[in-house]
């Protein structure tokens, strides 16, 4: 039997770790703080859905690159196979939304079958998915060689709906926070998740076949990057094969500003989401204090380096 506790908790306590989970949505609110303070009228329904509207599929690339890091592995294939599902998106979804379909879930397959490839040949999953954007940037071509293509009325209006109290992107942020904390910290296989990237052995003694987990865990992160090509392409309305190379650095940055760690098992889906609307609030935050988008590489590093700093000194405090 799995024992949750051998892979739940880590030395250090409780407290550091309360302060250090904190320091994201303490940068965040910082941040919403200035923005506020420059301009007033962001603060309200329109304007907070302005802010927030590309964040969200951000948000969703951050949680499938948290899913891949959670077992130890990183995916540098992600900003290329979320612009190829733009790509398929604006090309087919429209004309032939069985093909759009029968397509993405063959992607899904494949994002799976890369688990394999890497747990089977024993293979650098950094050396695998350097490849794989190379892939999907290459299929991603094929279909559009430039951007262009149109995103479906119905997915487009979909992403103005204006649900009641807050907007769009606020209630997708909690839903991802919460479907994300439950499946991964409250269930049983999230134990299972988790364990598969901190003892694998432990995990394979225990009973679990590692390669199964590891299936699971990449066509789950294959998923939610089909959602964030999805929505992005509902966004822009259109797609475009280098509309996303960013976020294969943001999302694994959204990671780590969240509470993530590279050695796998330490992961918090409520952190990653608050760490991918940091970055993306950057943006936003150079416009309004008039500063060229230029900084906005520098500006998403320096908020990655205070917050990792501020963790450093939290943790270094004995209780």
Same mark, same amino acid.
């Given at each position: 039997m799995l024992d949750p506790a051998a892979f739940v908790h880590r030395p250090g306590s409780v407290r550091a770790e309360h302060l250090s989970a904190a320091l994201p949505a303490f940068a965040l609110a910082v941040m919403l703080g200035i923005i506020f303070w420059i301009q007033p009228r962001a603060l309200s329904y329109f304007g907070i859905n302005l802010l927030l509207n590309l964040s969200v599929p951000l948000i969703l690339a951050a949680m499938a690159q948290m899913l891949i890091i959670s077992l130890g592995d990183i995916d540098l294939s992600i900003g290329s196979f979320v612009g190829f599902v733009t790509c398929v998106v604006a090309v087919f979804l429209a004309s032939a939304p069985l093909l759009a379909a029968a397509i993405l879930l063959a992607a899904i397959g494949v994002y799976a079958g890369t688990a394999m490839l890497i747990f089977y040949r024993s293979l650098p999953s950094i050396v695998v998915t350097l490849g794989m954007s190379f892939v999907w940037l290459g299929l991603s071509l094929l279909i559009l060689p430039s951007p262009g293509g149109l995103a479906p009325d119905w997915l487009t209006g979909l992403l103005d709906a204006k649900p009641p109290l807050l907007p769009l992107p606020v209630w997708i942020a909690v839903l991802a926070a919460a479907c994300g904390h439950w499946a991964v910290m409250r269930s049983s296989y999230g134990v299972v998740l988790r364990g598969a990237g901190a003892n694998p052995k432990a995990v394979?003694? #225990?009973g679990w076949s590692l390669v199964r987990v590891r299936v699971v865990v990449y066509a789950a992160a294959g998923c939610l990057a089909v959602l964030a %090509?999805?929505?992005? #392409?509902?966004? $822009? $309305? #259109? %797609?475009d094969p280098n509309v996303a190379p960013a976020y294969t650095l943001l999302s694994i940055g959204a990671v780590i500003l969240g509470g993530g760690s590279f050695?796998?098992?330490?992961?918090?889906?409520?952190?990653?989401?608050?760490g991918a609307m940091t970055f993306s609030l950057a943006a936003s935050l150079l416009s309004f204090l008039q500063l060229p988008p230029v900084w906005q590489t520098g500006a998403q590093g320096a908020i990655l380096f205070l917050v990792l700093a501020g963790r450093v000194l939290v943790q270094g405090r004995k209780p």
């Open positions: 394979a003694r #225990s %090509g999805i929505v992005l #392409s509902a966004i $822009t $309305t #259109s %797609g050695t796998g098992g330490i992961i918090s889906p409520v952190g990653v989401v608050i």
